[in-house]
Nanobody, 127 residues
Framework: QVHLVESGGGLVQPGGSLRLACTTS????????MAWFRQAPGKEREGVSC????????FYADSVKGRFTISRDNAKDTVYLQMNNLKPEDTAVYYC????????????????????WGQGTQVTVSS
């Protein structure tokens, strides 16, 4: 059975950093894409970053390029999202998701390709 569990969220001041972790079970990271999405109150869920774990390709939303980094540790079955220089507009619930291995920069931002999701972790950026 597939499980995704996010952790690492919290309250941080603008300019600060957080590292989110998504611990997985029930499948091999080598055969799946892994992504982070976020959803702020009153807004649609939006893609933040994606990693194609078979070859390490990564994608980022324009709003987080240069500030966020996605990575994975296959030995720990865990995907990370390092978030630096956080801004108030980054405040949201962050979700981990897994999808098929053939996602590319044309479709990774859509929620439809992903078939398993975590419960989310709250990130609040405020002074």
């Amino acid at each position: 059975q597939v499980h995704l569990v996010e952790s690492g969220g919290g309250l941080v001041q603008p300019g600060g950093s957080l590292r989110l972790a998504c611990t997985t079970s029930g499948f091999s990271l080598n055969h799946r894409s892994m992504a982070w999405f976020r959803q702020a109150p009153g807004k649609e869920r939006e893609g933040v970053s994606c990693i194609i774990t078979s070859d390490g390709s990564t994608f980022y939303a324009d709003s987080v390029k240069g500030r966020f980094t996605i990575s994975r540790d296959n030995a720990k079955d865990t995907v990370y999202l390092q978030m630096n220089n956080l801004k108030p507009e980054d405040t949201a619930v962050y979700y981990c998701a897994t999808g098929p291995p053939f996602l590319d920069d044309n479709n990774w931002l859509r929620t439809e390709p992903y078939d398993y999701w975590g419960q989310g972790t709250q990130v609040t950026v405020s002074s």
